[in-house]
């Protein structure tokens, strides 16, 4: 077996353990003699050999005794010299002494003492007169020149006769000979000593081997170098054994950069088959022979081969190795470490290569970003060098290629597991810079890298020691409290996660957990929750590890509970429920034994928390139904003892009862503001026997019952959360409360609510908010019911909050500052929503008289509803609404188009969202339902379908409404993260608590469930409209169109497709782990196109998806839906990595919609503020997604807005109906900021551009600057103030560009296309003119808005002055320079009067510029001010250059 060195240091080894042996046989020696001198006999030489030494003064001994030097070796050396150079027989005494000396050494013994170091001898006692240490003899020998040869060759001669000897008491013979020759002042014949010493190395022993080349640097001369080097390589070719002596003896040689290429080269084929221990000095070797030029290559080259995953045993195999083999455990630990030890070398290396070369760490990140395949460890091991070294500031550019990588899938969470799970030895040195890692990933606004973050912090709790896993706690301590919501969410999931897989460990940390209770301010009631949940697991889990915290925990809470400021009364009420969570769960069976049944103290504590929580809310109606709602939670989520389980819910049916229920009796006595009736009755078949009702009415008037009718839904969730948990989800005890009335007050109160006083119209505003609550809370529990009769009393619910919303819309208008009950208990009651604002009220009102004039007498109550009602004849209330509703709709037209724009179902309570109850996610599947519509009804308006359960209009509308609120606050579509700041975040939140307990991926797979739901709801509107267009002869507003239906359709359009592109949008598609639902979900689309069995690849999924989503662009009812639509389809093109693919059909239908002109169900064309908004945003997707913007302005400023110059104000476009005098502000707009963004994007001019590339840019540029001519002229018909805005703020940007990107282009083309560069600049200065004049009218008109622009845009005409003159001069036409004097003018080019008096005062001006260096443009627009418009201070050329040439 080879033995191991570390990476050049086998020549300092060697030398050391020589030296080490020379000086103790010397110490050894020198003491002898001190003790015995008689015994050390001076050796009798009489050869010419003895004569000379002993002439020049060193003594031969024997008896193993060394020999003495009594003069300084140098002088030794010149005696030798000089008695052999006078001697008579010179020069055939160098013969006779040289074979005086091989007879001397011939014995081994005193050959041994000629190649120790002399001992100095003292004579007559002077110290000074010998050096302390001397050479060995014939190291002496080999400084005289003229010996030197033979000696070398007596030396090579007598070495075989060691090689296979073993050392001779310590002594390596061979390696002592080799150090003879080592550092000589001068070698006589260096090339006659390299080739001796490599044939020697081609038959000596490895060991042997390795001294010999390990010694060559220090041997040879620099003239030997590149020759040996040579010989080195071809000997690395064949025999791996020596490749660190050989790469530790490359390291120290001085070669040429090609010899170095060509040795690295070969030396990197051989890097597959290199042994482990002597892959460091192999990388290390590559690292340090790179020059800057081939710096990436190699480095590329390396990272390819290099195969970390090979050099340490996985796991499995470890373990069966330990199990196979009795003392295996030791032996695979040993091979482990040694491995790791390896790896940790390689490292090493690399980092110390990467810390002193730039461009070895510049290479590895270019190498790394550059790879497309999955990565392999030694790229993760790379990026965490380059952080923790920070050499050349690599740490940021190792951060962000670790998170590019991460956001393209490359590098996934596998190879983070491999990583720490096979080289945890080595990531332990990296510790801070993973630590930094994860904290920055956690961070982050881009949501795909988040997870990464937390894979960091897991994996190092679970691998490294208890210091790293102290770090990871304190860290995502400090995430969480630092309050930022995304980082939060993120930091409380990874602790309850390390919880769960290692309790013991976090138990040790509960301590630094706990103090996150200090910082409970800075989280929302989600966190607290979670947080909470953490503590109490560690607290009072099963285990109870972390059981010194307990005291703690009681202490807060009870502190939280009693305090009487509502925040911290409902923080302690959450903590209290969680608590009870934790000690009430179900302990898991435990092997041969009978279920473990809850200890009887730890029910004693439930027993008592759950008590002193009770008390202490139940004098406060909110803090009594925040702990329903808790409880209600904890029995959803958590799996109960049953003990604890009948504990809760043994009384809450009784309790119900008797607070909230009444039995159906003749009459109803009320003390309440308005009086009492029973409505919304579904079982009027069972009064006879006795019913019951909800008694909210007077629960409400009564304000000192104890009872408080906030406390109703939570009350009722509880309720029945116990009952589906004790009958597995059967609710026959509760069902009764789906269709039993309520005691409320006739509706019909609603039409005189102008004449009411403000106390009962709040109190009517109370009843309608409380009863919504009611049936919403109703749905939640009965929505997953299978049979057909609770369905449609669930229908039915939806039909009443459809239609008491209408109502209370009308109650709102007319009672302004009203601050509705609450309905979600967790947060601020406060702070957490937003009350509109009493202005809005007079607008509101009207819209609700018209909409329910509108309303058509055949049509159900439910304000556009199905008829299930009538089927069932159940709903009492609607009944009652009044025969008002009956007038045509043909009033529609005569209503304001902005009260048109409002009506939207539902929406007129957006800003009262926070006030109703929260609809769960399981609600979304009464979307099951088919959809009812006019199409569907006979003469008599009843469905022939009695059977089936369809969904109306109006409540098709509602669901929608809630699922897309729901999918955007739960899906993110972009990368940020929604940052909370202040209250942002309680905003956000508030109405979503049940929400936030299911994870984005829950919620995306709930959509893609729903999917096939979706598509038949969007084809049914699809083929409603198509069936209104083909029977109206293709218009929509024809007489058999129902308005309402309309609208209310139209609405669930443009929402189902919103709801499919909040979807699709979802950040988190884009992460690796969400491929397969993603493809699930195009899989439906496109499976609606048509059927495919095969498994189809994400491209094909794309295209059929989109060519679906495609076909519904004939039916599109509004502009709005249209926005939605091509926002859809540009979605799904961008989840195939290439949206280019879809770019002309993507034009081609943002054309089609501007082409077409959009009207009401009224019959009145579209307008107004959302209109413009979606024309605008349509009218950038065009322009981007077209082939030629440049063509596509031109087109649209050139035809379209030309057939409006001469048109009647109300007339539109014939090519572009959506064009118009109202919209071409808009038009406008949009086409000035896409051409200054265009002429951006073109190339700019290099000097290495070819002739034709030139041109094609000339030409570009030549057609932009038409289209800006064209754009800017069109201010002088249309001068409204909005567009001189927009020409003078992009007119300066297009300007900028030009100078830019322009100019430098026409400098090299002047020469050749003259004319052409001519042409353009006349263009140009027509444009620029415009400007100036628009300046001009700016002042006269002394508008803020527009005078802003001014500055900074004469500011751009003076440099496009100067610039062309350069241009000018740089082709030597400055005679083509001229200047002229340039008036100010208003738009029409009418002289500004002021003017004229300083006329004398004006500035000179050229038609490209002035002669003189100009004056400031600040200065003189401040004069001209001051002056009343005089004169400008430097505007715009007259005329355009001349070339006389």
């Not at 027989?89 to 074979?99: A, L, S």
């Not at 139940?618 to 702990?627: C, H, M, N, R, T």
């Not at 009564?702 to 589906?724: A, I, N, Q």
């Not at 340039?1382 to 490209?1408: P, T």
Request: glycine fraction near 6%; proline fraction near 4%; include cysteine.
């Amino acid at each position: 077996m080879m033995r191991k060195k570390r990476p050049g240091s086998s020549v300092d080894k060697g030398e050391s353990a020589a030296t080490h042996d020379i000086s103790s046989k010397s110490k050894k020696s020198r003491a002898s003699s001190r003790l015995s001198k008689a015994a050390v006999q001076e050796e009798s030489n009489d050869s010419v050999f003895g004569v000379f030494l002993r002439e020049a003064g060193v003594s031969l001994r024997q008896g193993g005794a060394s020999n003495e030097i009594a003069v300084d070796q140098v002088v030794f050396q010149k005696r030798i010299q000089q008695q052999l150079l006078k001697s008579q027989r010179y020069p055939g005494i160098i013969q006779e002494f040289v074979t005086g000396m091989e007879s001397y050494i011939e014995d081994p013994e005193k050959f041994r003492n000629c190649l120790l170091p002399c001992v100095p001898r003292l004579p007559d006692g002077d110290p000074s007169s010998v050096s302390s240490f001397q050479e060995s003899l014939l190291r002496m020998l080999l400084g005289i020149e003229m010996l030197q040869t033979l000696i070398i060759n007596v030396l090579f001669e007598k070495l075989p006769e060691f090689m296979f000897n073993s050392a001779d008491d310590g002594l390596n013979i061979p390696h002592v000979i080799i150090n003879q020759f080592k550092w000589l002042d001068r070698v006589k014949d260096s090339t006659e000593l390299s080739a001796k010493l490599m044939q020697l190395v081609s038959v000596a022993p490895v060991e042997i081997q390795r001294d010999i080349i390990t010694s060559l640097p220090e041997i040879l001369e620099d003239s030997q170098h590149n020759d040996i080097a040579k010989d080195l390589n071809a000997l690395l070719q064949e025999n791996t054994q020596l490749t660190v002596p050989i790469l530790d003896a490359l390291s120290s040689l001085n070669l040429s950069a090609s010899l170095l290429t060509e040795v690295r080269t070969a030396v990197m084929a051989t890097l597959a088959a290199v042994q482990l221990e002597d892959l460091p000095v192999v990388v290390k070797f590559i690292l340090h022979s790179i020059s800057g030029p081939d710096a990436y290559e190699v480095v590329n080259d390396l990272r390819k081969k290099l195969e970390l995953e090979l050099c340490v045993l996985p796991p499995v195999l470890l373990a069966s190795q330990i199990r196979i083999k009795s003392k295996g455990a030791a032996m695979s630990s040993a091979s482990s470490s040694s491995s790791q030890d390896s790896v940790s070398l390689v490292l090493d290396g690399i980092k110390s290569a990467v810390r002193f070369q730039k461009t070895i760490s510049e290479a590895w990140l270019k190498a790394i970003e550059n790879v497309d395949e999955d990565h392999k460890v030694i790229d993760l091991l790379v990026l965490f060098i380059l952080h923790s070294t920070n050499a050349n500031n690599s740490r940021r550019g190792a951060e962000r290629v670790l998170k590019l990588k991460v956001r393209m899938g490359q590098i996934q969470e596998t190879l983070l597991q491999k990583t720490f799970r096979g080289y945890a030895q080595v990531m332990r040195g990296y510790f801070p810079s993973i630590l930094s890692l994860a904290q920055s990933l956690l961070r982050s606004i881009d949501s795909c890298v988040v997870p990464f973050g937390g894979q960091l912090y897991r994996h190092s709790f679970t691998a490294f020691d208890t210091y790293c896993q102290q770090e990871v706690v304190g860290s995502l301590v400090t995430h969480v409290c630092s309050g930022v919501g995304g980082e939060v969410d993120v930091a409380l999931e990874l602790l309850c996660g390390l919880v769960t897989e290692k309790p013991s460990e976090m138990a040790l940390y509960a301590v630094f957990v706990k103090g996150i209770l200090d910082y409970m301010d800075n989280l929302s009631p989600h966190h607290i929750r979670r947080l909470f949940h953490l503590l109490s697991s560690l607290a009072f889990g099963q285990e109870q590890q972390g059981a010194h915290i307990q005291d703690d925990m009681h202490i807060v809470i009870r502190k939280q509970l009693s305090s009487t400021v509502p925040k911290y009364k409902r923080i302690g009420i959450i903590g209290a429920v969680m608590v009870v969570g934790s000690m009430g769960a179900l302990r898991p069976k435990v092997e041969d034994s009978q279920e473990e049944i809850l200890p009887p103290e730890t029910y004693r504590q439930v027993t008592a928390l759950l008590e002193l929580v009770k008390s202490c809310s139940e004098s406060i109606p909110e803090a009594a139904a925040l702990y329903y709602d808790e409880m209600a939670n904890l029995v959803l989520t958590c799996n109960l003892d049953p003990t604890v389980q009948e504990l809760i819910g043994k009384s809450v049916l009784d309790d119900f009862q008797e607070d909230f229920v009444v039995d159906l009796g003749p009459e109803i006595s009320s003390s309440s503001l308005l009086p009492a009736c029973v409505l919304y009755n579904l079982d009027e078949d069972d009064e006879s026997q006795g019913g019951i009702a909800i008694n909210l009415l007077p629960l409400l008037a009564d304000g000192h019952k104890r009872v408080s009718p906030l406390c109703l839904s939570p009350f009722f969730r509880l309720l029945r959360l116990c009952e589906e948990k004790e009958h597995q989800g059967d609710l026959e005890e509760v069902d009764a409360l789906l269709g039993c009335p309520l005691v409320l007050t006739h509706m019909d109160v609603i039409e005189k609510v102008e004449s009411l006083s403000k106390a009962e119209r709040e109190f009517l505003c109370m009843l309608l908010f409380h009863t919504i609550n009611w049936f919403r809370e109703v749905i939640n529990a009965f929505c997953r019911q299978k049979e057909t009769e609770m369905k449609i009393k669930v229908m039915t619910r939806l039909q009443n909050i459809t239609y008491l919303q209408s109502l209370l819309e009308k109650a709102l208008a007319a009672t302004p500052g009203f601050i509705p009950p609450l309905a979600n208990f967790d947060g601020e009651s406060s702070e957490g929503v937003t009350v509109p604002a009493a202005s809005t009220a007079p607008q509101s009102k009207p819209k609700k008289e018209r909409k329910k004039r509108k309303a058509p007498a055949k049509t159900s109550p439910g304000n556009g509803s199905s008829q299930l009602e009538e089927g069932t004849e159940a709903d009492e209330g609607l009944q009652e609404q009044p025969e008002k509703e009956k007038d045509a709709p043909e009033k529609e037209k005569e209503q304001p188009e902005k009260e048109k724009e409002a009506r939207h179902g539902v929406s007129g309570l957006a800003g009262y969202r926070p006030f109703f109850r929260e609809l769960d996610v399981e609600v979304l599947s009464v979307l099951q339902c088919g959809l009812l519509s006019r199409s569907l009804l006979d003469s008599e308006q009843h469905t022939n379908a009695r059977e089936e359960v369809l969904l109306g209009p109006a409540e098709l509308l509602f669901l929608l409404e809630d699922m897309l609120r729901k999918l955007e606050f739960s899906l993110p579509a972009s990368l940020a993260k929604r940052t909370p700041f202040l209250k942002v975040k309680t905003d956000k939140s508030v109405g979503f608590s049940h929400l936030q307990q299911r994870s984005s991926k829950e919620i995306a797979g709930c959509c893609v469930e729903l999917l096939p739901t979706l598509c038949s709801h969007l084809e049914n509107c699809h083929n409603h409209f198509q069936t209104l267009l083909s029977n109206n002869d293709g218009v929509v507003d024809g007489p058999s169109t129902d308005v309402q239906e309309h609208q209310l359709l139209s609405s669930a359009y443009r929402l189902l497709l919103q709801i499919l592109n909040t979807t699709f949008s979802w950040s988190g598609f884009s992460q690796p782990g969400q491929r397969s639902l993603l493809k699930s979900a195009l899989g439906v689309l496109s499976g609606r196109l048509k059927e495919v069995s095969t498994e189809r690849t994400l491209e094909q999924l794309i295209k059929d998806s989109f060519q679906y989503l495609l076909n519904f662009r004939s039916t599109v009812p509004c502009l709005s839906t249209a926005l939605c639509l091509s926002r859809l389809l540009s979605t799904v093109a961008e989840r195939g990595g290439n949206p280019t693919a879809f770019r002309e059909q993507t034009a081609s239908l943002a054309r089609r919609f501007l082409g077409q002109e959009w009207v009401t169900a009224g019959g009145e064309r579209e307008r107004g503020t959302k209109f413009n908004e979606g024309l605008k945003t349509l009218l950038s997707i065009y322009l981007e997604h077209t082939d030629d913007v440049l063509k596509a302005v031109e087109e649209i400023a050139g035809e379209g807005i030309a057939e409006l110059i001469d048109a009647a104000k109300d007339d539109v476009s014939k090519t572009w109906p959506t064009l118009s005098r109202l919209t071409f502000v808009v038009f406008y707009k949009g086409m000035m900021t896409e051409l200054e963004k265009a002429v951006r994007k073109i190339p700019a001019c290099k000097n290495s551009d070819s002739t034709e590339a030139q041109s094609e840019k000339l030409l570009t540029w030549n057609l932009a600057v038409r289209d800006f001519h064209l754009l800017v002229n069109l201010v002088q018909v249309f001068d409204s103030r909005g567009v001189v805005n927009v020409c003078l703020k992009y007119g300066r940007l297009f300007l900028e560009s030009f100078l830019k990107l322009g100019m430098p282009l026409l400098d090299y083309s002047f020469k050749r296309h003259k004319e052409d560069v001519q042409g353009l600049l006349k263009t140009m200065q027509l444009s620029t003119r415009k400007l100036h004049h628009m300046c001009g009218h700016s002042k006269i008109r002394q508008d803020a808005t527009l005078t802003n622009h001014v500055p900074a845009l004469k500011r751009s005409l003076e440099l496009f002055v100067y610039r062309v003159k350069a241009m000018l001069l740089m082709n030597n036409c400055q005679e083509a320079f001229w200047m002229g004097n340039l008036k100010n003018r208003d738009l029409k080019g009418e002289e500004i009067l002021s003017q004229r008096a300083e006329g004398s005062e004006e500035e000179e001006e050229e038609e490209e510029g002035p002669e003189n260096p100009p004056r400031q443009p600040a200065e003189d627009e401040d004069a001209e001010s001051d002056a009343g418009e005089g004169k400008n201070g430097l505007g715009e050329e007259d005329e355009e250059d001349e070339d006389s040439d």
